[in-house]
């Protein structure tokens, strides 16, 4: 093991066990926790895989009880035991803890007893405490003494312990008959051949019949066992009932003495069949029936039942099953036993879905049948357990739903006693990321009310034993029910015996009508009497959302009803604009079919449309004229229906009766537009331009009139068409495309594909079986396999060998849990892969059974002889692993590994081989076709060193990537253009083994030359070659060199025309050979060709075109720029005129003087500093603007000259910043002060 913790993802284990001859080994499992169904532990008495199996470990196994005496044991006898292991990639658990002891009590006695051994035999046995008994001292002995003397004796030699007298019974003989109170009793069997699970059991008289089942071996087998109820033995049967393949997951139905058996999986080669098989009773014999019709699937997994219909028809119903070439089967198939035919029943009702491992009894008083749970899958991969309950009337052929269980589960078991089916086990694994604790096995015990519709869970069996199982079977005889075998990772052969109260026993009302749960009884008041269930008519509400069907949502006990698209209670109402209905028949109209989805072929028309033959109709109710209903039609790649068939006519028809007839469609009259048009005065026609018959569909009477050109149905119920106005709107339209019967291809059954390869190729919808040679559908692995059948699957194109000899070396063949290694005696490691276990080799017989007689492989040591120096290893390997290529020197070291290989073990081809030189494999060269040294040791692929080269071989160009050439003549080539940079960067991971790269380059020009540049990262080797055309370069020695450089990283050349003369050579080629680089590397390359003289008339021409282009642009520029700038001076002129015509004015004396004038006569203010016309500040009162007035020069006499003025304004921009503060504050303070100052100084000129 790997410790504590979880398992490993994808492990796989073996363990062998060795004690001695002849003593029992004990294994006990004190934990075990494993995904249930997918990883187990498999457990062999023997010391291989081919030993006889004793278990099959899986899920969650922990005790019952405290003390620990329930969980398992395992007992093998051959002294020795083998262990194998396998996980999934799912998710892991904690995995297992086991102990195991030799010559030890069983299950150390229960607690309840003590060991001790024995002086004669030499084994060990328990002594067992007072009141109980058995080989582990788990069976309660004469508790209570029996109730001696009243109720019974305590028989000392009977294992059972109590003799109850007639009128008790039970444990102690303390419940009285009838019984007043359920209990439980179980009875062990010790036979080998009695252990078995998915068998089937009848009752007929006082006898149990168990036929078929799964078990471990076959050795042995019967087919048939009968036990007596009464005496609870088992029966001798005559050997000749053993005449039948053993098969398990068939059905058994009794009628009149006669057993039919269906279906099944055939044990021996996995394959499920559809045979029909009688036992007769009377002469236990049987007899194989050969229907006369073929009509049927073949199931495992299913039940069957066979009743008396109200015609007075026999028939028997097989329900549901899985089908391993069409899937989960979801249909009821009749077998008439009069008329030895079968058929595949049309029911209706709700949609129910079928399964596998479902249970299903039949109940006379309602003459229906009950069916709960099951595997079931909704699609590829998707599945799951299922808790449903569906009701089947097998008169009028109806699907009810009823309440659910809310415990999902299957290969349960069901029976049907006093109004109440009772429900017992069962798997109810439901986990498939994580684990959630749900139980592989379960004893679960659960009763459902027919007359309530309610589930009701019961008590588990209190019987001391682990009575957690699936796959068992159960009958009901006298109120009692007997439940037999099953699995629980052992097979199983103890009857669990459950008898239910009686009604009888009650005698008050009250008592009556308390009985329960698990039974229904009723109170008589004619007789005062406790009598059993009679039909009641309760019922019980429950949600509605879980139906997602029209059928499902109307045809169950819950009340509901279907508002357009969901299932509402009925106590809800639908909202206004949508569709209600409470009836099967309203869904008729919505689906036009009482067949379930999956019969409707939807993957070829789409849903809501119909097959009719090859074409696919619709019918809707849209109010539009001929041109949009085309139009409509169109949209769903379909045109209007030309209805030339009597199948289109009578599909149409049908379906507007059905849609009129509906409630919601009362009020709307359908008269549809069909693909029927007017062509000239007297030419009808359909859309597919087929000529109108008047045949299937006719004119009404004084039709077609003249009105109208296009065509609708106006009375369908007489096959009435009339001519209308085609651009009037009318009700409905029906629409017709062709059914695309390609659009999805029907792909080959997992069942029908018998390898590995087949199974898993391109998809995961398949999983392939190794042990068994089986390819199964993904979510039908577990109704494949229930017991553990596939020791390892495999999937998604992962394949192993065959058989042992398929693994080369010795650690992949002791991976194999029934694989052992032969190394023969050239002490190089060389040997084979051999089936075989720890004692030698083994063959495995080759051919089929014969009947029930299954050949055992048997040990053959002459296939590896220790006396010719081989040696057999089965748990591990020789030391010495060289794989056949060198001698081993101190016993494991490879003393020099020859044959072209290498590696510790000789395991690997040299350098520049491959090949598989395992155990004495050849290594060949590499096969590259010059363009690589190195291949994949393994698959021989080529490492190519040339870009653009590319193929397994090296055999193919890049043509994708612009490369061209021929790599097996000569290489690859990038094709470059002239006058572009092209850069090519080898720096991925892929281009590691890239060491050269050629270009070709052919010149667009004939009269020029051919320049070039090329530069890299590192240094190149660079050869240039030309050729007169590219076909030269996949021949050898039709190249002519012109450049060879070494270790260079750039180089520059020019190619004349004249000397290579282009004109002569017009598909003159030149090659570019770049080599010898490492990588990573960027290499840049460009060919270009320009003109070899410069022509002055064109030079001249342009540069003066160009200039004085650009200098009339600048002139226009210059005279838009003038314009602009006097338009704006304008507008300043303007603006400033109308500033200074808006400025403050004043008028102001002036004095003026002249010579002649005495100068008393002027005031003495005259005298004084003259004084400034105006003055204007500036912003911030720094500046201002001082005007004056000046004399002008003036002539004689003081006048100025004629035409002039003889004053004028002078202005000056003066600095006030001292000043005026002053002024302002003597205009401030001239109210208070009016004392005369004399006047400032007005400033100073700046």
Not at 255 to 273: E, L, Q, R
Not at 538 to 556: G, I, L
Not at 1205 to 1221: C, E, R, T, Y
Request: overall charge neutral; aromatic content about 10%; glycine content about 8%.
């Amino acid at each position: 093991g790997n410790g504590p913790g979880n398992y490993k993802y994808k492990t796989k284990c073996t363990w062998l066990i060795e004690g001695q001859p002849n003593r029992i080994m004990r294994l006990r499992f004190n934990h075990f926790a494993t995904e249930c169904s997918w990883d187990h532990l498999y457990v062999y008495d023997g010391d291989s895989i081919y030993a006889p199996l004793v278990a099959a470990f899986s899920g969650l196994i922990v005790p019952e009880r405290d003390g620990n005496e329930t969980v398992p044991e395992v007992v093998a006898t051959s002294g020795y035991a083998l262990l194998h292991f396998f996980s999934d990639a799912a998710y892991n658990l904690t995995g297992f803890n086991i102990t195991y002891n030799f010559d030890m009590c069983p299950n150390n006695c229960s607690g309840r007893g003590e060991c001790k051994s024995s002086n004669s035999s030499n084994t060990v046995q328990c002594e067992c405490l007072e009141n109980w008994k058995g080989e582990a001292c788990d069976i309660p002995h004469c508790v209570h003494d029996c109730g001696f003397p009243d109720r019974g004796v305590c028989n000392s030699s009977d294992v059972r312990g109590c003799s109850c007298f007639p009128e008790w019974q039970g444990p102690g003989c303390s419940i009285p008959v009838p019984a007043n109170q359920s209990f439980w009793t179980r009875e062990e069997y010790s036979n080998l051949k009695l252990p078995r699970a998915s068998h089937k059991a009848v009752v007929n008289g006082n006898i149990m019949w168990v036929v078929g089942g799964y078990m471990f071996n076959h050795s042995d087998y019967n087919m048939v066992l009968a036990y007596d109820l009464a005496s609870r033995e088992w029966l001798p049967l005559n050997r000749s009932v053993n005449n039948v393949v053993v098969r398990y997951g068939h059905s058994l139905a009794l009628y009149k003495d006669k057993i039919y058996m269906y279906g099944g999986k055939i044990d021996s080669t996995g394959n499920v069949t559809n045979e029909l098989r009688v036992f007769h009773i009377h002469n236990e014999s049987w007899v194989l029936l050969t229907p006369k019709a073929k009509e049927q699937y073949a199931v495992v997994g299913h039940s069957a039942h066979i009743v008396t219909l109200k015609t007075g028809r026999v028939v028997m119903l097989v329900i549901f099953g899985h089908c391993p070439l069409y899937g989960y089967i979801s249909n009821v198939q009749e077998y008439d036993l009069a008329k030895n035919t079968w058929s595949i029943l049309q029911t209706n009702g709700a949609l129910v879905q079928g399964g596998y491992g479902h249970s299903s009894v039949y109940d006379h008083r309602t003459k229906a049948l009950y069916v709960h749970g099951g595997y079931k899958a909704f699609s590829a991969n998707k599945y799951r357990l299922a808790d449903d309950l569906y009701r089947y009337d097998v008169d009028t052929q109806m699907w009810t739903i009823l309440k659910d269980s809310r415990f999902f589960r299957y290969l349960h078991t069901a029976v049907i006693v006093s109004g109440t089916m009772l429900v017992f086990g069962g798997n109810t694994h439901n986990d498939t990321s994580m684990s959630h604790g749900a139980k592989c096995f379960s004893s679960d015990f659960m009763a459902y009310d027919i007359a309530c519709d309610r589930w009701s869970v019961l008590p588990r069996p209190d019987l001391h034993h682990d009575v957690n199982r699936f796959g068992h079977s159960a009958v009901l005889h006298n109120s009692t029910m007997y439940i037999f075998g099953g699995f629980n990772s052992l097979l199983l052969s103890d009857i669990l015996v459950f008898t239910s109260e009686w009604c009888e026993a009650h005698r008050s009302e009250a008592a009556c009508l308390a009985a329960g749960p698990g039974i229904r009884c009723v109170w008589d008041t004619g007789s005062s009497q406790c009598i059993s269930w009679e039909l009641a008519t309760e019922a019980q509400e429950e949600k509605c959302d879980q139906h997602t069907d029209c059928y499902s949502c109307t045809a169950n006990t819950n009340d509901c009803h279907w508002c357009s698209d969901h299932c509402v209670p009925v106590n809800h109402s639908c909202t206004e604009g949508q569709v209600r209905g409470r009836f099967s028949r309203f869904c008729d109209f919505l689906n036009s079919t009482f067949f379930p989805p999956s019969f409707t072929q939807e993957n070829i028309c789409g849903i809501g449309w119909h097959l009719v033959g090859n074409s696919c109709l619709k019918i809707t109710t849209a109010k539009e004229n001929y041109d949009n209903a085309k139009l409509s039609c169109r949209n769903h790649n379909a045109f209007l229906a030309s209805l030339t068939t009597q199948k289109k006519v009578e599909f149409v028809l049908k379906q507007l009766r059905i849609m009129q007839s509906s409630q919601s469609m009362s009020k709307l009259t359908l008269t549809p537009w069909v693909g029927l048009r007017k062509i000239n005065v007297s030419y009808w026609c359909w859309e597919d331009m087929s000529p109108f018959t008047n045949t299937l569909l006719q004119w009404m009477p004084s039709e077609p009139s003249d009105a109208g050109f296009c065509g609708i149905l106006s009375e369908p119920s007489t096959r009435g068409l009339k001519a209308a106005t085609c651009i009037n709107p009318l009700n409905g339209s029906v629409c017709e495309r062709p059914a695309n019967h390609s659009a999805k291809q029907c792909r080959t059954p997992c069942a029908l594909r018998t390898a590995c390869g087949e199974c898993t190729s391109g998809s995961s919808e398949c999983m392939w079986c190794s042990n068994m040679k089986q390819c199964v559908d993904s979510n039908a692995y577990v109704a494949s396999f229930p017991f553990g059948q596939c020791m390892e699957w495999y999937t998604m194109s992962s394949c192993p060998p065959e058989n042992c000899s398929g693994y080369c070396t010795c650690s992949h063949c002791l991976e194999q849990p029934g694989c052992g290694w032969c190394t023969d005696p050239s002490n190089t490691g060389k040997g084979k892969c051999i089936e075989g276990s720890y004692k030698g080799p083994v063959k495995v017989p080759s051919q089929a059974p014969a009947g029930n007689s299954y050949p055992q492989p048997l040990l053959n040591a002459s296939m590896c002889l220790e006396d010719s120096r081989y040696n057999w290893s089965f748990i591990h390997c020789p030391a010495c692993q060289c794989n056949g290529h060198s001698k081993c020197i101190n016993q494991s070291i490879c003393e020099k590994c020859e044959n072209l290989t290498t590696g510790k073990h000789c395991e690997t081809c040299i350098s520049g081989f491959y090949g598989d030189p395992t155990n004495g494999g050849r290594c060949q060269p590499c096969k590259c076709n010059g363009h690589a040294s190195l291949c994949n040791t393994n698959t021989g692929k080529c490492f190519c060193t040339t870009k653009g080269v590319k193929g397994d071989e090296c055999q193919l160009c890049e043509v994708e990537n612009r490369y061209q050439g021929n790599p097996l003549k000569g290489t690859c080539y990038y094709t470059l253009l002239i006058d572009y940079q092209f850069t090519f960067s080898l720096s991925q991971e892929d281009d590691r083994y890239y060491t050269a790269i050629n270009f070709v380059a052919t010149p667009d020009e004939q009269n020029r030359d051919l320049d070039m540049f090329i530069n890299a990262s590192k240094n190149f080797n660079l050869n240039i070659t030309w050729a007169a055309s590219f076909s030269a370069g996949t021949q050898a020695g039709e190249e002519m060199p012109v450049v060879s450089k070494t270790n260079i990283k750039e180089y520059k050349d020019s190619f004349s025309n004249e000397k290579f003369d282009f004109r002569n050579h017009p598909n003159i080629t030149f090659f570019v050979y770049v080599s010898n680089f490492t990588w990573p590397i960027k290499i840049q390359i460009a060919f270009s060709q320009h003109s070899n003289f410069m022509d002055l008339v064109q030079f001249f021409v342009t540069f003066f075109s160009c200039f004085l282009s650009l200098l009339l642009v600048a002139a226009v520029v210059w005279k838009i720029k003038q314009s602009c700038w006097a338009s704006r001076r304008r507008e300043q002129l303007l603006r400033e005129m109308q500033q200074m015509a808006s400025r403050p004015f004043a008028s102001v004396n002036v004095a003026l003087e002249t010579d002649e004038e005495p100068p008393d006569l002027i005031g003495g203010s005259i005298k004084t500093v003259p004084k400034p016309i105006a003055l204007e500040p500036c912003f911030g009162n720094k500046a201002a603007v001082l005007s004056v007035f000046v004399r002008l020069p003036r002539g004689l006499g003081g006048i100025p000259p004629p035409g002039q003025s003889g004053l004028a304004v002078a202005s000056a921009l003066v600095d006030i910043s001292q000043q005026m503060p002053i002024v302002y504050k003597e205009k401030s303070g001239a109210v208070r002060n009016r004392k005369q100052q004399p006047p400032a100084q007005p400033g100073t000129c700046i």
